[in-house]
Nanobody, 130 residues
C-alpha cells in the first residue's frame, strides 16, 4: 500500500510563488513514476508534471518554464515549486504514484492511467488572486 499526503496549498497573488509537498510512505517498490495533477472546479484532473525513478522530469505545456517538480533522495517527499502563477493555476492539486508500463508523462489522464494509479491523497487547494 502507498500512502500520499499533499500539503502547502493556500492563497497567493498573481505573479507570486508557492511550493507544494507530497509525503510518500508505505510500499513503493512498484512505483516508477510520480505525477502531480490538478483539478479546476467543475472539471476533471489533468496532469501537470512527472518525475521518474532516475530523476527525469516532464511538464505540461501550460506550466513549462514556471513549475519545477523534484523528489528527495530517499523518495519520501515530492515537491512542486510554482513560480509566476496566474489565475489559470487555481485548483486542487494532487500527487499520485504510478505503476505499470506507461511512459512517465503528465500527458495521461487518470482514466488513461486506470488501475496503475491505485491511491490519491486528499489534495491541497491553491487559489491565485489578483
Amino acid at each position: 500500500q502507498v500512502q500520499l499526503a499533499e500539503s502547502g496549498g493556500g492563497s497567493v497573488q498573481s505573479g507570486g510563488s508557492l511550493t507544494l509537498s507530497c509525503k510518500v510512505s508505505g510500499n513503493t517498490r512498484k512505483t516508477y513514476c510520480m505525477v502531480w495533477f490538478r483539478q479546476i472546479h467543475g472539471q476533471g484532473r489533468e496532469g501537470v508534471a512527472s518525475i521518474d525513478t532516475a530523476g527525469g522530469t516532464t511538464y505540461a505545456d501550460s506550466v513549462k518554464g514556471r513549475f519545477t517538480i523534484s523528489q528527495d533522495n530517499d523518495k519520501t517527499t515530492l515537491s512542486l515549486q510554482m513560480n509566476n502563477v496566474t489565475s489559470e493555476d487555481t485548483g486542487i492539486y494532487y500527487c499520485a504514484a504510478a505503476t505499470g508500463w506507461r511512459p512517465c508523462l503528465p500527458t495521461f489522464s487518470p482514466a488513461e492511467w486506470g488501475s496503475n494509479i491505485g491511491t490519491w491523497g486528499q489534495g491541497t487547494q491553491v487559489t491565485v488572486s489578483s
